[in-house]
């Protein structure tokens, strides 16, 4: 049972650079959401989904974009990478919105 | 807005000791709260959900309580080991279904 499965694991970007961080689920959740992690800052909500066609924004929304096609899929899109971008960040799913969360290892990002 | 605070921030114990972990929480209206764990380049493991309608949730030497009308919640490990060192995090469930963090607690258990 794969659980979240985020890739790549490690990335190095210029800036300006666009890229897509993967997020795969195969637990049939219907919720999923994208966190950055940055020291002092915690884990902060990017993007989430409740279901395939549905997206809304977190808290730190800018400079990404977010769809969910299927149900097991939510890729997180970096448009045009800052530096202000440089942040590990996790994927995470749950059946519903306040049930049990599961995440993935993390994408470590930097971006130069 | 919601916010979460976990005190203290680091923790070194010797091993064997009880410890708890401090989670307040400024809105009551929350729905669950889930303790993490989180060891250094890792990803997160979820320990304990504690549903609102819950006072508290037990798995193995980890027991974590919740008192919504206070704002709190902690995470009891009992008789520590090494292997225990990692951050914990508290995070709670908004009415929306979105997870609000703390910044955690660094724990250090010294054989």
């Known amino acids: 049972n794969a659980g979240v499965t985020q890739t790549p694991k490690f990335q190095v970007l210029k800036t300006g650079q666009s890229m897509t961080l993967q997020c795969a689920q195969d637990?049939?959740?219907?919720?999923m959401s994208w966190y950055r992690q940055d020291p002092g800052m915690g884990l902060r909500l990017i993007h989430y989904?409740?279901?395939?066609?549905?997206?809304d924004q977190g808290e730190v929304p800018n400079g990404y974009n977010v769809s969910r096609s299927t149900t097991e899929d939510f890729p997180l899109r970096l448009l045009s990478a800052a530096p202000s971008q440089t942040s590990v960040y996790f994927c995470?799913?749950?059946?519903?919105?306040?049930?049990?969360?599961?995440f993935g290892q993390g994408t470590r990002l930097t971006v130069v | 807005k919601q916010e979460v605070t976990q005190i203290p921030a680091a923790l070194s114990v010797p091993e064997g000791e009880n410890l708890v972990l401090n989670c307040s929480f400024t809105?009551?209206?929350?729905?669950?709260l889930q303790w993490f764990r989180q060891d250094p380049g890792k990803g997160l493991t979820s320990l304990l959900l504690?549903?609102?309608?819950?006072r508290e949730q037990t798995s193995g030497r980890l027991n974590a309580s919740l008192d919504k009308s206070s704002g709190r919640s902690t995470l009891y490990i009992a008789a520590s080991q090494p292997g225990d060192s990692a951050t914990y995090l508290c995070?709670?469930?908004?009415?929306?279904?979105?997870?609000?963090f703390g910044q955690g607690t660094t724990l250090q258990v010294k054989p």
């Open positions: 995470a799913s749950s059946k519903q919105g306040s049930t049990e969360a599961f």
């Open positions: 637990m049939n959740h219907e919720y």
């Open positions: 989904s409740v279901g395939a066609g549905i997206t």
């Open positions: 504690i549903q609102s309608s819950q």
């Open positions: 809105d009551s209206a929350i729905y669950n």
């Open positions: 995070a709670v469930y908004s009415n929306t279904g979105k997870l609000i």
